[in-house]
Every structure is written in structure tokens, then in C-alpha cells.
């Protein structure tokens, strides 16, 4: 362990709430067109800030929204810390629901209810306050860069191609990313996997034109049922998916791994419970946590053919369809799974049928080195806040540019979530308490100066 003041003391948590109230009142929503204006602000606010602290920061235009880029690089021979974040919102709407203006940031109950407030702007100037609090001590024990995006919301679709054009200036050795959810409330958690996903529709034909289910029926090949049908075999009883070849290469969960997990609080009731339903179907032989995080599966996302419309229409269909996404674990590549359903789902079309796969999108998994300094740097920041050790989980679900990031920029990506899913992302009433936010800034500034220590980065 590394000997650094407690930076608790020093902490001004009065003026770090207020510069984030601020930051709030800003409807920075990148899906309105009719808040360029605000979405600019938003970003000037950012640059202007971390200016100040004595970053070399410029907004930059991008096809939509601005992005902010910020450096300070006075720790020659230390690691270079990216840190990436967010400073758009999901729109605000229904707006009835919330309880105070999403953009008029309330504290209640020791929480921020505020649009933004968890996602991603508390999170990620909780990394900015972070730096201040650090530099109000002496000079940042590492380099810092900041790249904060206005455009997550929708996709962020000018995101990779500046990360493609500015690779060099981005270069560093360890990525931080914060805008996720914490396991549970006093634990704090390291995420160090996603999963990756192949998203393709299935189509299948029957007759040349929709049929008299009188004249026809018993006789024409139904593709609404063949859909059915084929997609009833693409997994087995035990929840395991059929497709030749789908789990070959796959990284097996390691039995430290899964006893990990085993020990986390978690209940499969309370997780139901939460859900709406009395039980979780999945592959055999693996629990909920491991299903979700460590497992790859297959789920029919949509459905339609034949007639959908009021009362009844005897109809027999000409074609039906799906769309079918699978989520991917590391080992596993989107393309080539990708091309096994395609390759699969017409051998399984019955007589009078035809099926075609049509791919839509993938992504790859990822998983980060459970031992590397950087998890061991995370972990020991997090001690010193949260007086614990953090539970190393996955998500089940993907972040696209971390592609590019491992691609274009080959550092690892540490997630540090601040927050919990009960902060209500993306709903009304969004918040993020006022402990974790301090305690987040807290993070920012021990994991930094963990990463500076001599034993890290290595
Ligand atoms: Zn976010």
C-alpha cells in the first residue's frame, strides 16, 4: 500500500456540488435537434473548467456534437490516464413523471435528482473534481487526458472515426471509464468484461402470395409456423444453444472465477422478484451470474408475419421473420457466429420453406486481465474509500468503443462504475446519491494517485 494523505479532509464537497448542479441545469440532449445550442454550452462549460484547473483543453466539432478534449501532462515517466466520459443525456421525456424538473437538479433524501446526474455527467465530473482536489495537493501523479463525448446517447457515431484521427494524442496507457453501475450499494465493484453480440433477422418464405386458410390450409407449407419451428431448435431443453459450432473456442469460465461470483450477494428471488416472475430459465449447469456475464446465449428479440390487425383474417402467410440477437463471450468472434446461423438456419427450414439469415450489426466481446496493475491499483483506490475490497464482475451487456479504444489506441479499459441501477439511468427521476458522487471523486483521486505510485504501471 502506497502512503497518501487521506484526501477526505481536503475535500470542498459544498463547491462539488454546486459545479455539478450546474453542469445539470445544461439540457444537453444529443437526440434534440433544438439543443445544438445547449449541447455547445455544455462542452464550452467543460473545456472552460478543466482550463482552468491547467489542462490544454479545446472543444473540437465533430458531424454532430462537440467533443472535449483535455490534457495535462506534467508527470514525465508516470503512466498516461485516459479518462472517457459522456456529456450528453437521454431525453428527458415523460416529463410528467418527474417528480422535480429533470434540469433543475434537487437534493432529496440525500440523492441528486437530476437528468445526467448518475449518466454520465456525475460520473464523469466526479473524475474532474477528482483532478482539482488532487492539484489543490501538488502536481497529478500521472498524466491525465480526458476525452468526453457529446454523442453516447445516440450511438456515438463521430466518436471512432476522431479516436481513428487523433490515435496519437489519445495514447495511453490505461483507459477509465466510469458510467455504469456499481454490484450493490456499500460495494464497490470493478468491471472487467462485456459481452459481445451478433444481431441478424431471420426470414423465412413460404408460398408465392398469402393463401385462404380454408382453401389452402392442411396443404401449404405455413413459414409462421416454420419460424416457429426453427427457432424452438436453435436452443435445446437444457437452454444450450444448437447452432454447430457456436461455443467452440469459447474462454471457460476459470472455477476462481465462478467461486467469485458464487460469493457475491446476490439472490436469484430478490433478482426475479425484480423482474416480474417466479423463475430464471437458462443453460443448465450454470448459475444466474455466470448465464449473465460468463455465458453466451440467444434470444428472439422480435417476431411478426401474418395478419396482426383487429378480429380475424384466415389468412395463411407468405413469409415470417425474427430478428435474433446473441450475446457473445470472450473466445467467441461476431463474424464467424455470424456466418454459423447463416450457414445453420436454412438446414432447419421444414418442407415447403425456405430460411435465410440477413446479419445486422456485431460486436466482440471483451475481457480485461483480472491480475493487471490497473485492476490492483482500482482496487486499492476503492479500499481506501469504501473500506472494502471491490467484487470483480463482467457485464452482460456490450460497449461498442471499447472496440476502438483496444483497437485504435491498445490500452486496456478499467471500469470504475460510481453509481447503481437503482439510480434510475434513462428513466424519470434519475439521481445519483450525494455519497456516491463524493465518494466517487474520492476514487478518481486515490486511483490516481495509485497509478502513480511505483509499483503500478509496470
Ligand atoms: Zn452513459
Redesign the pocket.
Same mark, same amino acid.
Given at each position: 500500500m502506497t502512503q497518501t494523505p487521506d484526501l477526505s479532509a481536503a475535500l470542498n464537497r459544498e463547491q462539488a456540488n454546486e459545479e455539478l448542479f450546474a453542469l445539470l441545469r445544461l439540457p444537453s440532449v444529443s437526440a434534440d435537434p433544438t439543443r445544438t445550442g445547449d449541447m455547445a454550452a455544455t462542452a464550452e462549460f467543460l473545456r472552460a473548467k478543466l482550463g482552468g484547473l491547467g489542462f490544454t483543453a479545446r472543444t473540437e466539432a465533430t458531424a454532430g456534437h462537440p467533443i472535449v478534449y483535455a490534457e495535462r501532462l506534467n508527470a514525465p515517466g508516470k503512466p498516461t490516464v485516459l479518462i472517457y466520459g459522456?456529456y450528453d443525456v437521454q431525453p428527458e421525456a415523460p416529463l410528467e413523471e418527474w417528480v422535480t424538473p429533470p434540469f433543475e437538479p434537487t437534493i432529496r433524501d440525500g440523492r441528486i435528482y437530476a437528468r445526467g446526474s448518475t =449518466? =454520465?455527467k456525475g460520473?464523469s465530473y466526479a473524475h474532474v473534481m477528482g483532478v482539482e482536489l488532487l492539484l489543490s495537493q501538488g502536481e497529478l501523479p500521472v498524466n491525465v487526458k480526458f476525452l468526453l463525448e457529446g454523442e *453516447? *446517447?445516440i450511438g456515438s457515431p463521430n466518436l471512432e472515426p476522431y479516436v481513428r484521427d487523433h490515435a496519437d494524442e489519445l495514447k495511453a496507457d490505461v483507459i477509465v471509464i466510469s =458510467?455504469?453501475s456499481r454490484f450493490g450499494p456499500e460495494i464497490p465493484s470493478i468491471t472487467y468484461g462485456l459481452r459481445g453480440i451478433s444481431y441478424v433477422e431471420i426470414h423465412v418464405q413460404g408460398a408465392s402470395r398469402d393463401l385462404h386458410s380454408g382453401s389452402y390450409g392442411g396443404a401449404a407449407p405455413n413459414p409462421i409456423n416454420a419460424l416457429a419451428q426453427i427457432i424452438t431448435r436453435l436452443k435445446d431443453d437444457q437452454g444450450r444453444v444448437t447452432i454447430p459450432g457456436f461455443y467452440d473456442g469459447i474462454d471457460e469460465l476459470t472455477d476462481a472465477e465462478r467461486q467469485m461470483w458464487a460469493d457475491l450477494p446476490h439472490s436469484d428471488a430478490a433478482f426475479a422478484a425484480s423482474i416480474g416472475v417466479s423463475a430464471l430459465p437458462g443453460e443448465a449447469g450454470y448459475t444466474t451470474l455466470e448465464r449473465l456475464w460468463g455465458r453466451p446465449t440467444l434470444d428472439v428479440n422480435g417476431i411478426w408475419g401474418g395478419y396482426q390487425g383487429e378480429g380475424s383474417k384466415t389468412v395463411i402467410a407468405a413469409k415470417a421473420g425474427a430478428k435474433v440477437s446473441m450475446r457473445l463471450v470472450p473466445g467467441q468472434d461476431p463474424e464467424r457466429v455470424t456466418r454459423l446461423i447463416t450457414e445453420y438456419v436454412p438446414t432447419l427450414a421444414p418442407e415447403g420453406t425456405t430460411a435465410t439469415v440477413h446479419p445486422l450489426h456485431g460486436g466482440r466481446p471483451f475481457k480485461f486481465d483480472l491480475n493487471s496493475p490497473y485492476n490492483h491499483a482500482a482496487n486499492r483506490a476503492l479500499h481506501r474509500v469504501y473500506g472494502r475490497d471491490a467484487v470483480f464482475t463482467r457485464a452482460g451487456g456490450g460497449i461498442p468503443i471499447v472496440a476502438a479504444f483496444n483497437d485504435l489506441l491498445r490500452a486496456p479499459v478499467l471500469f470504475v462504475d460510481m453509481g447503481l441501477n437503482e439510480d434510475a439511468?434513462h428513466s424519470p427521476n434519475e439521481s445519483f446519491a450525494v455519497n456516491d458522487y463524493h465518494n466517487g471523486i474520492l476514487t478518481s483521486a486515490y486511483l490516481l494517485q495509485e497509478l502513480g505510485a511505483p509499483n503500478t504501471g509496470e
Open positions: 459522456h =449518466d =454520465d460520473q *453516447e *446517447e =458510467d455504469g439511468l
